[in-house]
């Protein structure tokens, strides 16, 4: 053992010897002086001199982001005249904040009454009976005036409040509020506005015309002992149903006038159903200009309104018109 360390001494002294004996030296990068200047992004702005003599300086020639006020105050120069004298704002801006809505002349209303209501509760209101007649504009009328798509429920709203209003006692009502009413009333007059009355021809006979779904009716109604003749049949061979047959008369059953007047009548388009309840309009409008204080109980017994109601259409993914397919799970 002590042979083999001794070998391996002398090799390690042999690499030792084989090394250079002067430190290795580092590269460095040569460094040099550069002179560095900051970077503003501000230009110094220097106030200008006073020109000789009394003149003074162009205001107009001055760098951007002068301070004018400052030398005006100096008296270094004279102060700018204002080009547009009495301008508040430099750009349009709306008269409202309602302007930015979808409906800005409604909801300005809507603040403006609710406004009014809260100011004048208080004050006394006429009996039912003692309010001035008055029609207002409906909603339909609002939506063309002012093309805004106001809503049912809102508008019924506003007009509650305007009728209030308009029930204030007419020697307290203050006179914002008639000038508030003024914008929602309609141009017509209410006593002014009654249907016209039209006469008999000169044979005594008085024409109506009715209309349901798709038919329609003309009745000649003339005193007489109550005949009834349809598209020149007797009623029994137009209407084979008694319901159709009582339907068609019935204007005169309910007012117990079956044997005082004649009927001649044209029927046209639709079905029985429909013809028989045309001709009650039309039996009922005839017999208005023969007798116009029957007009309550015409309307009490539902022969003079119209009924407006059509069959609904099909849609499609639909059975009929609502009746949709059977539910199947799977």
Request: net charge positive; charged share 25%.
């Amino acid at each position: 053992m002590s042979t083999i360390r001794h070998g391996l001494r002398q090799t390690l002294c042999l690499r030792q010897a084989a090394k250079s004996q002067h430190a290795k030296l580092q590269w460095q990068r040569p460094s040099i002086q550069v002179g560095i200047k900051s970077i503003s992004t501000s230009t110094p702005i220097e106030p200008p001199k006073k020109p000789p003599g009394n003149a003074l300086p162009d205001l107009t020639a001055l760098p951007p982001g002068f301070d004018i006020e400052k030398l005006t105050k100096s008296k270094l120069a004279k102060p700018l005249e204002d080009p547009f004298p009495g301008m508040v704002h430099a750009r349009a801006v709306p008269v409202s904040p309602s302007y930015f809505s979808r409906e800005p002349h409604f909801n300005d209303s809507f603040i403006k009454f609710s406004h009014l209501m809260e100011k004048y509760q208080h004050l006394p209101l006429s009996p039912p009976d003692m309010v001035p007649r008055q029609l207002w504009r409906t909603l339909k009328g609002y939506r063309t005036m002012h093309g805004e798509p106001v809503k049912a429920k809102p508008y019924s709203q506003l007009l509650a409040m305007i009728k209030h209003l308009h029930a204030i006692i007419p020697k307290l009502m203050p006179e914002d509020v008639k000038h508030a009413l003024e914008g929602f009333k309609r141009d017509i007059d209410p006593f002014k506005n009654v249907a016209k009355v039209k006469p008999l021809d000169k044979h005594g006979r008085a024409l109506g015309i009715g209309r349901r779904k798709t038919s329609s009716a003309r009745a000649w109604v003339v005193e007489g002992t109550g005949e009834v003749l349809v598209n020149g049949k007797p009623l029994n061979e137009v209407f084979g149903r008694i319901h159709d047959r009582e339907s068609a008369i019935w204007a005169l059953r309910s007012t117990a006038r079956t044997d005082k007047y004649n009927v001649w009548a044209l029927v046209d388009g639709g079905g029985v159903t429909g013809q028989a309840e045309a001709l009650t309009l039309a039996i009922a409008k005839a017999m208005l200009v023969h007798e116009p204080d029957l007009r309550r109980s015409l309307r009490k017994a539902g022969c003079i309104t119209r009924d407006a109601r059509r069959v609904e259409r099909k849609k499609h993914g639909h059975l009929k018109a609502r009746k949709s397919p059977t539910w199947v799970k799977r």
